[in-house]
């Protein structure tokens, strides 16, 4: 696939031309770069290949040359830090309203299939000196038609019979997180309930580390609560969602 590709469809939704690369070690690394020299909101960066993605809690995140959408966009919203929460979550809602049907979001912000494998994943990182965020670089990872191999994950092609052309998601997944993160800087109430309408992980028994028991509510911040069996409620920040099965 030719970068023209992607600017045709960028250009079709009005959206900034993107920067696209045959190679990259992580669009996310490139994306920061940029907003450092003052790259618009909105712009976005796209890698046909991704050779050192960089996934949540630092591990890494691999993509397949062919099967696979590498994508960070820059975002510079007009909120304070404590209100980024919201904008994160907007990436989760952007990735289930482009993906649609059968995906759903696990907490925090994981795209799965019907069977909870990971078709796509968010990766969220601000730049907020003095408490205000100056920029924010939201990188997706999308499998389109591959899953990397020895991970429980899946690809759209897998759930909906074909791989959804590249560019053209890349540019209408562009289009809904800035018009979700619009949403999450003037109503942040309305990104929690779209998130909630996404949602398979409340009401669900779960794990997260060595915490089990039963999600019950999201926070506005972002984060989960679990309900233990002895009626202890924990607030939790960050970590994986396992879903525990109940017979
Ligand atoms: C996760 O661990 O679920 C988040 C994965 C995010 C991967 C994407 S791929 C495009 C962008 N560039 C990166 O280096 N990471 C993100």
Redesign the pocket.
Known sequence: MSPSAFTGAFAARGLLPPVVREAL?????L?RELAEQGAPHGQAVI?LK?T??????G?S?L?DEHGSL???VVLRPTLRLARLPSVVLAAGVALAETCGAPTRLKWP??LVGPDRR?V????AEAEAPGGRVDSLIL???VNLSSAPLGLPATHLAALTGEAPDRAVLAATLTESLLRWSDIAASDPAEVLRAWLSYDLTLGRRVRVGAVEGVAVALGPDGSLELREDSGRTHRIHAGDVEMIATS
Not at 25 to 29: E, L, M, V
Not at 52 to 57: I, T
Not at 120 to 123: E, F, T
């Open positions: 070690d992580s669009t996310n690394r994306a890698a991704q050192a993605g960089r996934g949540r809690l591990r995140w993509s590498c994508l960070s912000n994981d990971k796509a994943g968010v990766l990188g997706l990872g």
